[in-house]
């Protein structure tokens, strides 16, 4: 197709709001520059293209001009656009004719329809680029997410920018308060970048969603299951802001900065990026892959440490080493002690049993320079007591309210009860981990009798045993207090009761009256449950009347919802129709000025302005005429044009005058000598005028009585002249 053909379709557009694919001279005027977008975008494709190893199939819902098609095509992509403007169909199928190598085809269809019927395998990638509002607007924004749902598992990747309730135009209310949850079915849901738009200053995120693909940092992975919570059996305290994707080798941490838990969720994966990223050696850590934070979220790829969490094997009843197991943390907990660190929550859960029974250290973001546990007792090392104590355990315990108190050697069985009972030989503030580790190790050479426990070491721990009793005495004090209320109302009930037994034939009057007025009671509450149901068969009919006046306005509501619903289609018409011609009136004001700027152009030229003088003799004796008096006779234009001839030939100064800028054009003098030369000359009376110049017109006689004056002027006769 000849580009005068692809500029008239581009102009018949009802708006310019892409480049034209293969035509930069037409992007002057383009709405939006989507170069910013495609990169990002190309960068997604080109990376699931190298996992599928062949050319990704791609579905491009709003396609509008086409270019994200037709450029994602030129890579090698197959790509199907869909819009629902037969404008933009069109031309995009005429852009198509002059790309015949491309493997991209246009579809003119609305983009819900289409994907309503995706497919399983059909497309690899979903682009929706600023469409969704326009589907949520018609149709509704729950519908439109189960929609996106219904494909997610047919998909690869959804690429989507979604426009945001905050953006001052007709369709925002419409719009989710949050756009990721358009997205809601999707395991993974990241925004991949911000941008403005042309119509206002406000960012949409380019949103990347799939059911079984990472993208963060540029790096694709894939995850065959993923959680809320960091393991099984708690409770999601971080109101769903982090999510936890695991694959054969990789663990995925995604962490979103926003509420309550922003803080700490950035702090904490903060902390272990950090960290994994200059371990201290000896430590065995997982290598870390990549990680990243914005003002969005946070994110942390790491290796996956093949094993097993304690907490699930003391549940699930496997054997192994404790002993080994705890010297192994206090192994790792020793590493850190010497470079200043310390590890705030030792729990059965974030200790990694590995396959040959060994103890890892995990969940590095309690890692910090602060020596407290992150809840009680607060001490470290009273806090890895009880750790050891759970770890004896034949179960998981609770925690809550409080965990359990393990402080004495009696609480620990002979493993460790020589060891506990070493340690309290010396004061709290005397111990540390290396100290801890060494005693564990020469705890099998002593007996429980060889140790003598220092009175003053036990004070630190019977403060924390206090802690915990009074904890405890609180709440039994509140159930004496209720079982004492709970009493006397039964110990009341039982003194009326002997009253009454007292004297029998009161008893059994009281009861008889009893009786009576319970009967009289009842009669009476019949009484008024009849009315009560005469009242509420009355309300029933009522309530028929009311359910029918309903439906018939119900009909009436859908009516007017129809003739709203054809309005609107009727006005969306009028406005692409007002659109059009205000593209069409632009079009015509640009030629307009173009034709204006090419006068102007010529009007300066050097040839324009040497012949005006033979414009305006032509106008005066020839030329057409829009208004003013009658031109002259063909007769007398002849005799005009003769007199002058004469008059010029009898002065060779004014000759030469003529003559000396006509020579630089001989065209123009050729043509004048001509027009002069074929005039048949006119008898003229004594002073030289023309018999017939009360024949000519007044424009002529003017002209005519102009030249003669110019003439006398140059002649030196003032008489003439004036």
């Known amino acids: 197709m000849l580009p005068r053909e692809i500029a008239a379709r581009v102009g018949a557009l009802p708006e310019r709001y892409q480049p034209i694919f293969g035509h930069p001279e037409m992007d002057e005027g383009v709405a939006r520059n989507c170069v910013d977008r495609l990169v990002e975008i190309q960068r997604v494709v080109d990376a699931l293209r190298e996992v599928l190893g062949r050319p990704v199939r791609i579905l491009d819902l709003g396609c509008a001009q086409g270019f994200f098609a037709f450029s994602l095509a030129s890579r090698g992509d197959e790509v199907t656009g869909v819009d629902r403007l037969d404008v ?153 802001t982090r999510r936890y994707y695991f694959s054969r080798d990789r663990l995925i941490k995604y962490f979103r900065l926003t509420g309550e838990s922003a803080d700490r969720n950035r702090d904490e994966l903060g902390r272990e990026a950090a960290f994994l990223s200059d371990p201290p050696p000896g430590l065995p850590v997982p290598a870390i892959i990549a990680a990243g934070m914005d003002d969005h979220h946070a994110f942390l790829v790491r290796q996956l440490v093949p094993g097993q969490l304690l907490s699930e094997a003391i549940a699930q009843g496997q054997p192994f080493d404790r002993v080994a197991v705890v010297d192994d943390v206090l192994e790792q907990l020793c590493v850190l002690e010497a470079i200043g660190l310390h590890h705030g929550d030792v729990r059965t859960w974030n200790v990694l049993l590995r396959g040959d029974g060994r103890g890892i250290l995990i969940d590095y973001g309690d890692i910090t320079a602060v020596a407290q546990d992150c809840a009680w007792p607060g001490n470290l090392f009273l806090s890895f007591l009880v750790f050891v104590r759970e770890i004896e355990s034949d179960q998981v315990l609770r925690v809550l309210p409080l965990r359990t108190i393990a402080f004495s050697p009696q609480h620990f069985t002979a493993a460790f009860r020589s060891w506990v009972a070493a340690l309290w030989t010396r004061p709290i503030d005397e111990w540390t981990f290396t100290w801890l580790r060494d005693t564990l190790r020469h705890a099998g050479h002593a007996t429980e009798r060889d140790v003598k426990v220092a009175a003053p070491t036990w004070e630190f721990a019977i403060e924390r045993y206090l802690e915990v009793v009074a904890a405890h005495q609180k709440r039994l004090a509140d159930m004496i207090d ?72 119900d009909v009436l509501l859908a009516e007017k919802n129809t003739e709203i619903e054809r309005k609107n289609v009727e006005i969306e018409r009028k406005n692409v129709e007002i659109e059009r011609n205000r593209v069409e009136a632009a079009h015509w004001w640009r030629a307009t000025g173009e034709l204006q700027h090419e006068l102007e152009t010529v009007y300066s030229t050097l040839s324009w302005r040497v012949t005006a003088p033979l414009r305006v003799a032509k106008r005066l004796l020839g030329g057409p005429r829009m208004s003013g008096p009658p031109p002259a006779t063909p007769a007398a234009r002849s005799g005009v044009r003769g007199a002058v001839a004469r008059f010029v030939r009898r002065r060779p100064r004014l000759k030469r005058w003529i003559a000396g800028p006509l020579d630089r054009f001989p065209g123009t003098r050729e043509r004048v000598k001509r027009y002069f030369v074929s005039a048949a000359a006119l008898p003229v009376v004594a002073d030289g005028s023309p018999a017939a110049l009360d024949d000519l017109g007044r424009g002529a006689t003017e002209v005519y009585a102009e030249l003669k004056q110019e003439i006398a002027r140059r002649n030196g006769d003032p008489s003439r002249a004036a």
């Open 88 to 240: 933009n169909v069109e031309l995009c199928r005429a852009l198509a004719g002059e790309h015949a190598g491309l493997p991209v085809q246009f579809i003119q269809a609305d983009a819900a329809d289409v994907l309503a019927n995706v497919q399983p395998g059909s497309y690899d990638i979903v682009l929706a680029l600023s469409v969704l509002h326009h589907m949520c607007h018609e149709r509704g924004a729950e519908p439109i997410a189960r929609l996106l749902g219904d494909v997610a598992s047919s998909i690869e990747v959804l690429l989507a920018e979604v426009a945001v309730r905050e953006e001052p135009l007709y369709w925002a209310a419409a719009q989710p308060a949050d756009p990721r949850g358009l997205f809601a079915a999707y395991p993974f849901v990241h925004d991949v970048t911000w941008h403005a738009t042309h119509l206002s200053a406000i960012e949409r995120p380019l949103i990347f969603a799939s059911s079984q693909w990472c993208w963060l940092g540029g790096m694709l992975s894939g995850f065959d299951d993923w959680s809320t919570v960091s393991r099984k059996g708690v409770e999601d305290v971080h109101r769903g």
């Open 482 to 553: 209720q079982v004492a209320r709970d009493g006397d109302e039964r110990a009341q009930a039982v003194a009326q009761l002997a009253a009454a037994m007292s004297d029998g034939r009161t008893a059994s009057n009281t009861f008889a009256a009893a009786v009576e007025a319970v009967e009289t009671g009842i009669e009476a509450r019949l009484d008024a449950m009849l009315v009560r149901l005469d009242r509420i068969e009355a309300v029933g009919q009522a309530s028929a009347t009311i359910v029918q006046a309903l439906d018939q306005k």
